[in-house]
């Protein structure tokens, strides 16, 4: 059983994850939604708004929501047990999401994103990061390997929630007075690494669940 403390955690932390979804599909509604803002497109250096820069943007996006909201159900172990068939269908539209669309177009998008080579290399680092530990996340639950499932996906997981997090600096950094291409890099970095880093804490610490196994599907 978990303790007080620690439950207080996981559940205030999944709140906030969840606050941050539900900000980012508004925002992203708002700016590129039918009569949208167009904010973000507008303010890019015009060289790099090809329409090819485009595309991939908007499906990047839709890509984004549907990572973000396929993940809100992933780590409740007792939606697991009860319905386990949400979690495979979940664990497919992520990894689906992840691999073939947010990750590729990430990449791209990479290529000219905001902040010099610092935030170019940033973002490259995420979308391979991304990339790779879901691919690992899928391989071991293929291979009946459910801890280091566990594991990976926590990982993928973490990097993916940089979204949100880059999201939570920029507006604090902003409020703190730092200039703009100093607080895009900083926010970008820190939520990397930072998330990347709670990740492997979690992962380390984390006992052993006694009733995970037996409830995890194997994926046909
Ligand atoms: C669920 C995860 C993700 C969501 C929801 C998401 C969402 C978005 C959104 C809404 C934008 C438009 C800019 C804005 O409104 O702030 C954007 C831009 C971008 N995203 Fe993602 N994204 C996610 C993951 C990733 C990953 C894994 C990469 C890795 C390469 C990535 C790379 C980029 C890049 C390079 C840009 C353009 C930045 C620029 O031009 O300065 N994103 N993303």
């Not at 599909?25 to 708002?30: G, P, Q, T, V």
């Amino acid at each position: 059983m978990h303790s007080v403390p620690r439950t207080i955690l996981l559940s205030t932390a999944w709140l906030g994850f969840f606050a941050g979804c539900l900000l980012i599909l508004d925002n992203s509604y708002r700016d590129f939604g039918p009569g949208g803002e167009g904010v973000f497109i507008a303010q890019k250096e015009e060289s790099a708004r090809t329409p090819l820069w485009i595309l991939s943007l908007r499906i990047h996006i839709v890509a984004g929501a549907v990572c973000l909201l396929a993940c809100l159900p992933q780590f409740s172990g007792s939606l697991l047990r009860r319905i386990p068939s949400l979690h495979r269908i979940c664990g497919k539209a992520y990894a689906a999401s992840v691999l073939f669309v947010l990750c590729p177009t990430g990449i791209h998008l990479a290529l000219s994103a905001k902040g010099g080579l610092a935030g170019r290399a940033g973002f490259l680092l995420l979308g391979i990061a991304s990339f790779l530990t879901t691919l690992q996340g899928i391989r071991t639950i293929r291979g009946g390997d459910l801890q280091g499932h566990r594991r990976w996906m926590t990982r993928s997981f973490a990097l993916i929630a940089s979204a949100v997090t880059f999201r939570v600096y920029h507006v604090a950094f902003f409020h703190a007075g730092l200039p703009e291409d100093t607080n895009y890099v900083a926010s970008l970095w820190l939520s990397v690494l930072g998330n990347a880093a709670v990740a492997e804490w979690i992962v380390r610490r984390r006992p052993e669940p006694r009733t995970f196994s037996p409830a995890i599907p194997s994926i046909p």
